[in-house]
């Protein structure tokens, strides 16, 4: 008499072998609703039981074909062998295909010039970073591939982050328990990109550094200031910055992020009638003072170039440059004065109180209150749908 296939055996192991890749790789990547999920646990402890895990089901399915196999009839073994044909197929996807770490590779050459021997167009938006008078310019369109360059500027070593799904950008020290760390990029949960440092292996947010889950859960990296700037408003603030270069083994992939820098998702929504509306992509500015949080509405920022606005007890200056890119906040509280400005002719602005002027580095250059500096605002540009989620409660102003 033949024997029973046991098949409930071979579809044990099939989903050892393939289902927590499947799955992970759906938390880990924009799939329709993996990202709405509170599921960043469940990943990270995933991703550690998937080899295991897989070990085991190669095991069973092994132990299947040799025992059992020859009792399936012709219909059965072809089912099972087709079935474990794509199952191999789709570790292509799990690990390769919808990897981010090989989605979006690490920079092979990282090579910088000046203002001289430049070629990225001065059109191009840039995350620039100052540390003791030296200067470096991160364009988007290369970060926006690449989602991090680890580097130094000067003596200090830099994290240069940008998640393409959120559309922000953040610098942050590289350095945890005073060691530097390598950082990988591991996929993105709430349209958010996730790192992951080589020591503690302990995942972190790229919109906030917060530690997400992992060792060091609950910590932050540190945040480093820098402004985002058109690469001709930064050059001119900064002439002797370098220029990150474009990697050639890359040019296709940055050819495909054309604009990308200039023009948000509801620039190319056909079906969206008034582009002023806000929705989920459209940009805001976005501030923290005093774990408080506000967003300015990116649009009516352009239209309007200057605003005098007050954040709590704080007041606050709220500017874009004639080039419509370049972005500042600053406190507009001088000596203990509030002042009010407004903009001049020459692309600068003077208050109401002095008649001063003062340039975009919010320094007075001319009046009564020449040499007087202004207090600069971290701001952030970001999709309005993950400041509102990294940023629960946040004031609005239209």
């Excluded at 999920?37 to 132990?63: D, F, N, Q, S, T």
Aim: hydrophobic fraction near 40%; glycine fraction near 8%.
């Amino acid at each position: 008499m033949k024997k029973r296939p046991k098949s409930y055996i071979f579809w044990t192991g099939m989903l050892l072998l393939f289902f927590p890749g499947l799955l992970h790789a759906y938390l880990l990547m924009p799939f329709p609703g993996s990202q709405n999920l509170e599921a960043i646990k469940l990943c990270y402890y995933l991703e550690k039981v998937i080899l295991p895990l897989r070990i085991a089901g190669a095991l069973v399915i092994l132990w299947y074909l040799v025992k059992y196999f020859t009792n399936n009839r012709r219909w059965g073994k072809v089912v099972k062998i087709s079935v474990l044909v794509l199952g191999l197929g789709s570790f292509y996807i799990t690990d390769f295909a919808f990897k981010a770490s090989t989605m979006f590779e690490e920079p092979k050459t990282i090579k910088f010039a000046d203002a001289v021997a430049n070629k990225v167009p001065e059109s191009y938006i840039v995350l620039g970073v100052v540390n003791n008078g030296a200067a470096k310019a991160y364009p988007l369109v290369y970060l926006g591939y690449h989602h991090k360059v680890q580097d130094n500027v000067g003596d200090l070593p830099v994290l240069v982050t940008y998640c393409t799904m959120c559309r922000t950008g953040r610098v942050y020290s590289p350095v945890i328990n005073g060691a530097r760390q390598s950082f990988r990029l591991v996929g993105a949960r709430h349209y958010n990109a996730i790192i992951e440092d080589e020591s503690t292996g302990t995942w972190w947010y790229q919109a906030t550094g917060e530690a997400a889950v992992g060792p060091m859960h609950g910590s932050y990296l540190k945040e480093l200031p820098y402004e985002q700037s058109s690469l001709g408003a930064w050059l001119n603030k900064h002439p002797g910055s370098l220029i990150l270069q474009p990697d050639g083994h890359f040019k296709s992939d940055y050819d495909d992020l054309k604009d990308y820098d200039i023009r948000q998702a509801v620039d190319k929504d056909s079906t969206l009638k008034n582009k002023d509306s806000l929705v989920r992509k459209s940009w805001v500015i976005g501030v923290v003072l005093d774990r408080k949080h506000k967003a300015y509405d990116w649009r009516k920022m352009q239209k309007i170039c200057l605003l005098n606005d007050q954040f709590g007890t704080t007041p606050l200056l709220v500017g874009l440059e004639d080039d419509d890119h370049t972005f500042h906040v600053f406190k507009r509280r001088v000596d203990g004065k509030t002042l009010t400005f407004k903009q001049d002719t020459s692309g600068r602005f003077t208050d109401n109180e002095t008649a001063s002027t003062w340039d975009w580095e919010g320094k007075c250059i001319s009046g009564a209150s020449k040499g007087k500096q202004l207090a600069k605002v971290q701001a952030y540009q970001e999709y309005w749908h993950s400041w509102q989620h990294f940023h629960p409660g946040t004031l609005f102003w239209k």
